[in-house]
């Protein structure tokens, strides 16, 4: 939507977020719990994380956008609508890097003449596959993560490359990562296959409301960390809004799901005496919240590596003790038998947090019959000039709203 101003971006994406609300989530009143926009800070270079695609079909910036892909060694974003051509990216996008993303012409050419060739999608062979980058905007610095098959490794000399990147960035290069991925699907991550760090460190420090945050390559940490400080704020501002007893809140735990590094999770803490727990999947993730929190001296917090859906049903002894529950889930959303898992532990409220309104508002309905109102939301401009638009939903349970229909999984749990 780069072409748009922002005035008819934010027309475009409220009308059919609001729409989407009243279709798949069925809320009839969205004029009323609709409390507002919020914006983003800057609408460019605002990302802290690009992943660029080597491919051997592609095409250059200039070319006809309707004429064909053709053969060579390209390096940019995939093409839309594909999932096996690249259109090369000679400069600046707008959203990422300046420096880096003007670099991205050179590193084609010092790939192109090893001689290993780029991905071929169809075909699922080749050397060159992805490269990935991480930026503190605190601190300005980058770690790169350079992602290859091991099929030609011998010919390939790693630290030259490193060595090369090192040259062109200076102080701004945190750290160089090498990551072997044979897997024939398109991912960045490999089920099997090691990243070794060559040079540097393994992570960057990002600071958000004051607090620092060790993040690593496959760390969640939010896309737009200065937009995603106004985001948190309101998240804040739901845990903590009357009429939720302050005394009797004091009392109840938090739970923040799907916690990522915990930077929730951790100012949920600073901001209140309650005891807090985080749970994500990705171990990586608990451990750079750990340590974060460690850094920070944020007590009275505690974290989990494991499935959400897993660690409630291991843990029954939340089960009541829960005042507000924080979800940031992915972009699917939560699964049925883990939103159920979420229902029965019977907090009080819930903030959802969301990158996809329309799985959200899929999970308003089933706890709306469960007897969570909802009491409105915000629309936050994560991502100008894109499509995508963050969203933060309050809920309070009230036992009168309750259905009384049951589903069998619902009956069988009881």
Same mark, same amino acid.
């Given at each position: 939507y780069i072409t748009l101003p922002l005035a008819e971006q934010r027309a475009f994406k409220e009308r059919v977020t609001l729409d989407v609300y009243r279709r798949i989530g069925e809320v009839e009143n969205t004029d009323a719990l609709y409390e507002g926009w919020i914006d983003a800070p800057s609408p460019f270079h605002y990302r802290n994380k690009m992943e660029y695609s080597f491919a051997a079909i592609g095409r250059g910036p200039d070319a006809d956008p309707d004429a064909d892909f053709g053969d060579g060694f390209h390096l940019g974003f995939k093409a839309r609508g594909t999932w096996w051509a690249v259109e090369d990216l000679e400069g600046d996008s707008g959203l990422f890097d300046q420096q880096f *993303?003007?670099?991205?012409?050179?590193?084609?050419?010092?790939?192109?003449?090893?001689?290993?060739? +780029?991905?071929?999608?169809?075909?699922? *062979?080749?050397?060159?596959?992805?490269?990935?980058?991480?930026?503190?905007?605190?601190?300005?610095?980058?770690?790169?993560? @350079?992602?290859?098959?091991?099929?030609? @490794? *011998? *010919?390939?000399?790693?630290?030259?490359?490193?060595?090369? @990147?090192? +040259? +062109?960035l200076g102080e701004r290069l945190a750290g160089f990562i090498h990551t072997l991925n044979d897997d024939t699907g398109e991912r960045v991550e490999a089920r099997e296959g090691a990243s070794n760090l060559i040079s540097g460190e393994n992570h960057v420090i990002e600071r958000l409301h004051g607090l620092s945050f060790e993040i690593q390559m496959k760390s969640f940490f939010q896309t737009n960390p200065l937009c995603a400080e106004r985001l948190y704020a309101q998240v804040l501002a739901y845990a903590f809004q009357e009429p939720i007893p302050r005394a009797e809140s004091d009392k109840a735990v938090i739970m923040d799901l799907f916690c990522g590094t915990g930077t929730i999770a951790q100012l949920l803490a600073r901001n209140s005496s309650n005891r807090i727990v985080g749970v994500d999947l990705i171990e990586e993730a608990i451990s750079d919240a750990r340590r974060s929190a460690e850094r920070n001296g944020v007590g009275g917090i505690e974290f989990h590596a494991a499935d959400v859906g897993r660690f409630l049903l291991d843990h029954p002894e939340y089960t009541g003790t829960l005042g507000t529950i924080v979800l940031d889930p992915p972009r699917s959303g939560i699964s049925p038998k883990s939103l159920r898992k979420v229902i029965r532990l019977k907090a009080r409220r819930i903030v959802y947090v969301s990158c996809n309104p329309a799985t959200q508002a899929r999970d308003l309905v089933t706890l709306r019959d469960a007897g969570y109102v909802l009491q409105g939301f915000k629309l936050v401009d994560q991502f100008p000039h894109t499509s995508h638009i963050e969203a933060v939903a309050l809920l309070e349970f009230d036992a009168t709203k309750v259905r009384k229909t049951a589903s069998k999984d619902e009956i069988a749990a009881s």
């Open positions: *993303e003007q670099l991205l012409p050179q590193i084609r050419s010092w790939c192109a003449a090893s001689g290993l060739p +780029a991905w071929h999608a169809p075909k699922r *062979e080749g050397f060159f596959r992805f490269l990935v980058v991480r930026k503190s905007l605190d601190a300005d610095r980058m770690l790169v993560n @350079l992602v290859t098959t091991s099929h030609g @490794l *011998e *010919e390939f000399d790693v630290h030259d490359f490193g060595r090369r @990147l090192s +040259a +062109a």
